[in-house]
């Protein structure tokens, strides 16, 4: 499977991607960002979303965020077919010609998604989690945050 280029040079950032990702999907039960820019300094994830984010919310997903990261999960990838693949997850993201060998990221046992990037093998190396700014407008919600590294 091809590696997406621009997701490479920030493992970190990207990794911490996959955690917001699954934190706003189990607080407000809204899909991954269907859109989103990765950079070391700063990134932003846009969602389908219904309300604007109470500063309650915020802090608690920076809270959730940073308690995965603080475990220090494993980040593993798996490879499936893309029949068991379809059969264990949830592939909607997943473009119709990713072939028939499906690469699966589980990070501990917190998140699982289909991708082709480059990620981080502890969540530790993230360092620490922070959302910079939030706005709602249209039904989409964008999320900018931060990462400060632990080294
Ligand atoms: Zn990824």
Do not use: W
Not at 64 to 89: G, H, P, T
Not at 117 to 136: A, D, L, P, Y
């Amino acid at each position: 499977m091809e590696v997406k280029s621009n997701k490479e040079y920030n493992p970190q950032m990207h990794s911490a991607e996959h955690i917001l990702n699954q934190t706003m999907i189990r607080m407000f039960n809204c899909e991954r960002s269907f859109s989103n820019h990765i950079e070391k300094k700063k990134s932003k994830c846009d969602y389908h979303f219904n309300h604007a984010l109470t500063e309650d919310e915020i802090n608690e997903i920076e809270s959730r965020v940073n308690r995965i990261i603080e475990k220090d999960m494993l980040v593993i990838e798996e490879f499936y077919s893309r029949e068991e693949a379809d059969n264990s997850f949830n592939l909607s993201k997943l473009p119709e010609d990713a072939g028939n060998n499906v690469r699966i990221i589980k990070i501990g046992d917190y998140d699982v998604c289909p991708c082709s990037g480059v990620h981080i093998s502890h969540t530790k190396e993230i360092g620490s989690f922070k959302i910079i700014s939030t706005n709602f407008n249209n039904g989409i919600l964008r999320i900018r945050f931060k990462l400060n590294e632990n080294q």
